[in-house]
């Protein structure tokens, strides 16, 4: 990657590795949507594509359907084996995190990828896609789980085979479509989000060793939404895009922005914002009405910023029959990300806070900074499945490498 794409892919990177160390705060596919459709405006943004604009909702819905998708795995027991004290044991626990993260990164960037390639030249089933998907992550898992017993994380979910289904589900049908640049951001995510959270684990074992005082379980999330979302940018600003018709945004975009901006948002207050969780997020406990005051301020921050977007984006739109341009995804994109964050602060108590969440804000000023720096930013290139197997050759090399050193750091 040369300096020119990795600066533009850097605000990506950023924006979605804030997003999913957030993430972490809420879990399950719900905070993985969210974070997913963040992701994909960050690329809206620094590909300045004008085609894409109108239908950014559609593509960020996308997003958060593929990167949600990989919610349902469980990877807690597979973290622990970075925690050995034997060479096997623990390249299997950062060969097996990569193999998590990148069937995130893969469902993630392909769906996101189809969504920017879907054109009125070049519709793409999305009815046949889903159903294939369903069907290839059920027989995956039945045969990988119920025949083979090739468990990964027992004794819980063993979901990453209909995963690893679906993702297969995703492949066929990009090549069967001749749908090259979606298999590219698809390929180029799954490593940069495999090895992401690989690396984080390696982190994340480092940190314990040496007993820094930091939550390093965050920077493993942080890893796997930064290096994702560095695969995700890179794939979508080398590759071919066909133009995409520049239609006014209508009543299409009603139940994307009705699920980005409000569904996603209120399931993941619904199942977060708990009173026992709530009232243990600060030692010594808070009191009852503490803990409604969190909730009501989280629920009233939700339908504020949802009533924004709809008024904004929809009725307003709709009335003006304006178009979308590139300072409306920045703010739509800055209203989600700064929500998002906002909410992992009330979740974690009115009155403390873990430094990390300091660092969400950080983060967030770096990418206000970088975007309006950037200008043009597609470099075409050629890319093959060459590269993506030395890629990921490369990378399980690099884990033999974390595995020694942090078997020696112990």
């Keep these: 990657m040369n300096k020119r794409l990795f600066l533009s892919a850097l605000p990506v990177a950023l924006s979605l590795g804030t997003a999913w160390a957030v993430r972490g705060k809420f879990g399950h596919e719900q905070g993985a949507a969210w974070a997913g459709a963040i992701g994909a405006l960050a690329v809206l943004l620094v590909a300045r594509r004008s085609d894409w604009y109108n239908k950014a909702f559609t593509i960020a819905l996308a997003a958060a359907f593929g990167w949600g998708i990989g919610g349902m795995i469980s990877y807690g027991v597979v973290v622990g084996y970075g925690r050995g004290g034997e060479f096997g044991n623990v390249y299997y626990g950062l060969a097996m995190l990569f193999v998590i993260g990148a069937l995130y990164g893969f469902l993630g960037g392909g769906l996101f990828g189809l969504a920017l390639a879907d054109t009125p030249g070049n519709r793409i089933k999305w009815h046949s896609l889903i159903v294939e998907m369903t069907v290839f992550g059920l027989l995956t898992y039945a045969f990988l789980i119920n025949q083979l017993e ?194 992992s602060f009330l979740v974690t108590g009115l009155y403390t806070h873990p430094l990390e969440q300091y660092l969400y804000l950080v983060n967030i000023a770096i990418v206000l900074y970088m975007l309006p720096r950037l200008k043009e930013n597609t470099v075409t290139q050629k890319d093959d499945a060459r590269r993506w197997f030395a890629a990921t050759a490369l990378v399980m090399l690099v884990l033999v490498l974390l595995a020694v050193v942090a078997i020696s750091s112990k």
């Design 150 to 343: 090739w468990f990964m994380t027992p004794p819980r979910s063993e979901m990453w085979a209909a995963c690893l289904g679906a993702a297969i589900a995703v492949a066929w049908f990009c090549v069967r479509n001749k749908q090259r640049p979606p298999l590219t951001v698809a390929a180029w995510s799954a490593i940069g989000a495999g090895f992401g959270f690989a690396f984080g684990n390696f982190l994340q074992v480092l940190g314990s060793a040496l007993h820094i005082p930091f939550n390093f379980w965050n920077v493993m999330e942080y890893a796997i939404g930064f290096f994702g979302g560095l695969g995700m940018a890179y794939g979508t600003l080398i590759s071919a895009w066909p133009a995409s018709e520049e239609r006014r945004p209508g009543n299409a975009n009603l139940l994307p922005i009705l699920i980005v901006a409000l569904l996603i948002p209120f399931i993941v207050w619904d199942q977060s914002f708990v009173t026992d969780r709530i009232r243990n997020v600060v030692s010594g406990g808070v009191s009852d009405g503490a803990v409604l005051t969190i909730k009501l301020m989280a629920i009233a921050s939700i339908l504020v910023v949802a009533a924004v977007i709809f008024d904004r984006y929809y009725l307003k739109a709709k009335r003006d029959h304006a178009s979308y341009d590139h300072t409306s995804i920045k703010k739509m994109f800055l209203l989600s990300l700064v929500l998002y964050t906002f909410l």
